[in-house]
């Protein structure tokens, strides 16, 4: 049977609803806060005030994409669910070398030792201290995704390690992946790398993949049976917006089952809340609107928020690890 894993439990695919399939409701400290103060989003009473707007506007899930040991707080993600009735899917998974302390134990590590960390988190539970030291106290709370970031351009050495490692925890358990595409761009280098490890591409998705405005290379990251997150959309200033561009030659090319949206809002001053915006009601409210001035009927938008994310977050059909009981 088909499950989604979200931090307070297995649930339906069909029970997502409508789906934000990247965001960052939680970045509770850790080297990305001290390098980039306006990552501070460790405030759970905030973060549930700023969904308001979304949830009023139809949103009923989130994957969260702050991956181990940069950030990430279990327990908060787990009450900001609770206090705000949205479903989030929590992430294991690690980030860019930049988000972590030099000779870090990702560094360390090979590839077997990432993949059963990953594991441990999605059918044990994600660690508390957030794989921040040698002491691990799982909590009840298990990831739903593994989100990876890959360089710009493809792959480092080290990306290699940790999306080999993400692949194996697929494999084990059917866990879906997301991914981070540096500047929109290495995605078929991902998609080729992820499958030749038996990744199965339709529980697989792209991250920023629409800061690249090429139609030929969507096409063919569509043609390959992933999925495709744009999260551009408020970023594109007094210039064309390239990703109402991108959806429109998607729908045109018939690959309008292979897009889901998100607002990327991983800054203070791209929330209401700390008196920033556009804010998180924004994809549902002004982006929507402007998707539908384009002749982007309500068919297609459901499919973007509803259908296609409750296809790629659940998890792949493998035996090692089934839905909660």
């Known amino acids: 049977m088909a499950f989604v894993r979200t931090v307070l ?15 960052h409701l939680i970045i509770d ?18 973060m549930v005030k700023e969904l308001g707007s979304a949830v009023a506007g139809g949103l009923r899930s989130v994957v969260d994409a702050m991956p181990a ?7 908060k993600l787990a009450e900001v669910s609770r206090r705000s009735g949205v479903n989030v899917i929590a992430p294991t998974g690690l980030h860019h070398v930049r988000y972590y302390v030099a000779h870090h134990w990702s ?34 709370h ?53 499958v030749d490890r038996d990744m199965d591409p339709g529980h697989l998705v792209l991250s920023h993949v ?13 043609s ?8 551009q959309g408020f970023r594109w200033g007094d210039r064309p917006n390239g990703t109402l561009q991108l959806i429109e030659w998607m729908l045109e090319d018939g690959h309008g089952d292979r897009i889901v949206l998100g607002n990327d809002a991983a800054r203070r001053s791209y929330l209401t809340v700390h008196g920033g915006g556009p804010g998180l009601g924004w994809l549902l409210g ?36 089934g839905p909660a009981a």
Do not use: W
């Open 9 to 23: 439990g297995d649930i339906e695919p069909s029970a997502l609803g409508v789906t934000y399939a990247h965001e």
């Open 29 to 46: 400290g850790g080297l990305p806060v001290e390098r980039f103060p306006d990552f501070r989003l460790d405030d759970v009473e905030s």
């Open 69 to 75: 040991d940069a950030g990430r707080n279990v327990r």
């Open 107 to 140: 560094e360390r590590a090979n590839a077997d030792e990432i993949a059963e960390l990953f594991v441990a988190d999605v059918s044990g539970g994600i660690d508390e201290r957030d794989y921040s030291g040698p002491v691990v106290r799982r909590t009840e």
């Open 142 to 194: 298990r990831a739903g995704v593994i989100k990876v970031a890959g360089s710009e351009g493809g792959l480092s050495r080290r990306d290699e390690k940790v999306f080999a490692a993400a692949a194996m925890a697929h494999v084990r358990t059917g866990v879906p992946i997301l991914t981070h595409c540096e500047d929109g761009t290495g995605g078929p280098e991902q998609v080729r790398f992820l």
């Open 210 to 222: 629409d800061k690249v405005v090429d139609r030929g290379l969507h096409r063919e990251l569509a």
């Open 224 to 231: 390959a049976g992933v999925t495709l997150e744009y999260d």
């Open 286 to 321: 002004d982006f929507s609107a402007r998707l539908g001035e384009r002749g982007i009927d309500t068919e297609a938008r459901r499919r973007f928020f509803v259908d296609n994310p409750a296809r790629v977050f659940a998890f792949a059909d493998v035996h090692s690890d």
